[in-house]
């Protein structure tokens, strides 16, 4: 079977035994056969004219997995294989055969069907090959980090093919520099570049969208401010995580200095007046709304710019009011004791920053964590879970008391690996076959380097509701 892919290069896809055949349950999907890939390189890479674009019929896959043997991208491939399989057309890639032929053996023994699953072979950092493969898809799901150490190419490939991309990076330094090499192509392409997918960031950043489309929808107001209080969970880290967060931290100080003094780290980018917001400060933070505390939360430097992000994005026409605030906080319960709590977290949080901060806390860290590749066994992933309250509060005019209104979200599985893999896909899965839904909100941007609020809205929260996750406004506050 042979697939011309455009002038400047092709992939010849020979079947294993020699023979051209191709399963009956395939046939129908237009899904290639069990293959071995072989390289036909040429001179140049593809150039854009001769991509066609993911909104056209004629690219082979929907879906393609990159980095389908790392640790989250196996998860993705299983999800795919036991819940989407003869569904989807998509195909797994990576830069090992070996192993991707390893992790096709497995999945066959989830659903036998995906037996013949496409393997798609490229080094990350040759363009042209990253290109190859990614022309073939309408959306490529991007998994392989550290990603501002080996997600360049896949990035900048996606923008030259316009091949809509998603990732759960949470890197968020590497995500400014894409917003300034690629946000005016890809916004001029079509093409949705789709950071921060996991659960960094897409439980915040869809449940503030769903509270502030609650505000605007049902009680006639733009939303003026969202909490999140992220509750107990339950849940591992794997060594690819680690990596990522030691990369940064190790390499990029001063920028990371910066992320953690400005809510509009991202935001800034497109030069709007959104207003006075601020991190949450490194202490007790009271909720006077509810009358809740909170505690300093690991997440907040991420969530809460990539909120702000989605504001900018959005605005005016979007639900946020105008100087729309954003608090996410580790909950710690309501008066006296809830103090005493969050007071406690804010310890251990400084500490645990100040061991981290010194050469010795950082050596010891480093033995102790798991290798890349590795994370949390089968149970915790499967027995996890985690919880937020959200708290939302309209827009008024001064002296008019604003309505209060509080929902959730939550996922009864592991949020680092299990719910992040499941939320990647959706995501995938929405730009890929969703762009009806999206479309029919009307606020969603076309393209540019996005966020998942602002690239699908509330079409992928029905995604993620689909697929056991919970999102739900509970209404105001008796």
């Not at 395939?26 to 899904?31: F, T, V």
């Not at 995580?241 to 001063?254: F, H, I, Q, S, Y």
């Amino acid at each position: 079977m042979l697939h011309a892919l455009g002038a400047s290069s092709q992939r010849v896809l020979l079947p294993r035994n020699g023979v051209a055949r191709t399963p009956a349950s395939l046939r129908s999907r237009n899904i290639p056969s069990r293959s071995v890939i072989v390289r036909v390189q040429e001179a140049e890479a593809p150039s854009t004219e001769s991509a066609a674009p993911a909104s056209t019929p004629t690219r082979p896959y929907e879906v393609v997995v990159w980095g389908a043997t790392g640790f989250t991208g196996k998860l993705v491939c299983e999800h795919l294989a036991r819940d989407y399989g003869g569904k989807v057309k998509w195909a797994m890639a990576g830069r090992d055969n070996q192993k991707l032929e390893k992790v096709r053996e497995e999945l066959a023994q989830i659903n036998p069907d995906v037996k013949d699953i496409p393997l798609l072979v490229a080094d990350a950092n040759n363009a042209s090959e990253v290109g190859d493969v990614l022309k073939q898809s309408k959306v490529v799901v991007s998994l392989a980090g550290p990603f501002a150490n080996v997600g360049n190419e896949v990035v900048a490939q996606a923008v030259e093919q316009g091949t809509h991309y998603c990732d759960i990076t949470g890197e968020l330094t590497w995500v400014r520099r894409n917003m300034e090499k690629y946000h005016a192509t890809a916004e001029a392409k079509g093409t949705k570049i789709v950071h921060c997918c996991g659960y960094d960031s897409a439980p915040s950043d869809i449940g503030a969208l769903m509270m502030a489309e609650y505000a605007e929808r049902e009680l006639g107001k733009k939303c003026a401010k969202v909490y999140t209080l992220a509750g107990l969970g339950l849940g591992g880290a794997s060594g690819g995580t680690l990596a990522t967060g030691m990369n940064m931290m190790e390499k990029e100080p001063l920028e990371m200095s910066k992320v953690a003094r400005d809510q509009y780290y991202l935001a800034s980018y497109h030069k709007k007046t959104l207003g006075y917001d601020t991190p949450a400060p490194f202490w007790p933070t009271g909720i006077p709304e509810t009358g809740e505390w909170g505690g300093p939360w690991v997440m907040e430097p991420c969530n809460a710019r990539v909120v702000q992000l989605s504001n900018a994005l959005l605005s005016p026409q979007g639900p946020y009011g105008r100087d729309f605030r954003y608090k996410e906080v580790l909950a710690g319960g309501g008066g006296l004791p809830g103090f005493l709590v969050s007071s406690l977290v804010t310890a251990i949080m400084g500490i645990g920053g100040f061991a981290l901060s010194t050469p010795q806390g950082m050596a010891l860290f480093k033995r102790l964590a798991p290798a890349q590749g590795e994370g949390p066994p089968k149970e915790i992933q499967r027995n996890g879970y985690w919880s937020h309250k959200l708290v939302g509060v309209t827009e008024e005019p001064e002296g008019q008391e604003p309505t209060v209104f509080t929902g959730e979200c939550s996922d009864s599985r592991d949020p680092g690996y299990w719910s992040t893999s499941r939320m990647v896909l959706e995501a995938a899965l929405c730009m890929a076959l969703d762009e009806g839904a999206i479309k029919k909100s009307g606020k969603c941007r076309d393209g540019g380097v996005l966020t998942p609020a602002s690239a699908m809205g509330l079409a992928l929260m029905e995604r993620f509701k689909g697929a056991g996750l919970k999102f739900e406004v509970h209404g105001p506050v008796k």
